[in-house]
């Protein structure tokens, strides 16, 4: 069964500082990543996705993806305290909206 | 423009009891998924429904959780009967293809 791999569990950074995160699938058949940010005793929302190999970056977020590796990381630069949250890591495959989800790095940022 | 809304938002069953937590997806959106959110398991999936057509139930939890699509615009989750382990945030999150849309949740607590 299709896992997939976050790390690290839990991440504090200083603000201002960068946060990077890791996330690996073990199903060599996905085509699409997709980074979620729920903060606490709130509803997942998405923050990035990536479906090419390569690197997209969105204001202080870039996302990084190795296909041939399976591989994407989520680095968040200039950390706020409002970036405390748990990231998810979330793979699918095409024609298949179905997700797997990791679980998830919790990020603190400390003033 | 209405997201996805859940309810209720918060329930309490005694063990044993049959609960129904209902879920409306935004509107003209095709796909429908039903999760399961604790500490310990994470994102964990119930139920996936494409165009009211039942994809996936979600293997482990087939005895006692049933998920329905009466229409395009309804969803229930019917839990029959609870047990104490049951105790979770019930997710529901709907997609036109590709990113989901996640609700509020319902927070349930067997006891």
């Known amino acids: 069964q299709q896992k997939v791999q976050q790390s690290p569990e839990s991440l504090i950074v200083p603000e201002g500082g960068m946060a990077s995160l890791n996330c690996t699938s073990s199903?060599?058949?996905?085509?699409y990543f997709w980074w979620y940010r729920q903060h606490s005793g709130k509803s997942p929302k998405m923050l990035m996705?990536?479906?090419?190999?390569g690197e997209k970056e969105e204001g202080r977020f870039t996302v990084h993806l190795n296909k041939a590796s399976l591989h994407t990381s989520l680095h968040i630069r200039d950390s706020q305290p409002s970036d405390s949250a748990l990231y998810l890591c979330?793979?699918?495959?095409?024609?298949?909206?179905?997700?797997?989800f990791g679980a998830g790095t919790r990020l603190k940022v400390i003033a | 423009d209405a997201g996805v809304t859940q309810t209720p938002r918060h329930e309490v069953a005694e063990k044993g009891q049959t609960i129904i937590l209902k879920c409306e997806p935004v509107?003209?959106?095709?796909?429908l998924f039903w999760y399961r959110q604790t500490k310990i398991q994470g994102l964990e999936l119930l139920s996936y429904?494409?165009?009211?057509?039942?994809?996936?139930d979600g293997g482990a939890f087939k005895d006692r959780f049933k998920a329905e699509m009466l229409n395009s615009s309804f969803s229930t989750l019917k839990i029959q009967p609870t047990e104490p382990k049951d105790s979770a945030v019930y997710l529901c999150?709907?997609?036109?293809?590709?990113?989901?849309?996640f609700g509020p949740g319902t927070r349930l607590t067997v006891l």
């Open positions: 999150a709907s997609s036109p293809g590709a990113e989901q849309f």
């Open positions: 199903d060599r058949n996905v085509d």
């Open positions: 996705s990536i479906f090419s190999n």
């Open positions: 979330a793979a699918s495959m095409a024609g298949n909206y179905k997700y797997v």
């Open positions: 509107s003209g959106h095709n796909d």
């Open positions: 429904f494409r165009s009211k057509s039942l994809m996936e």
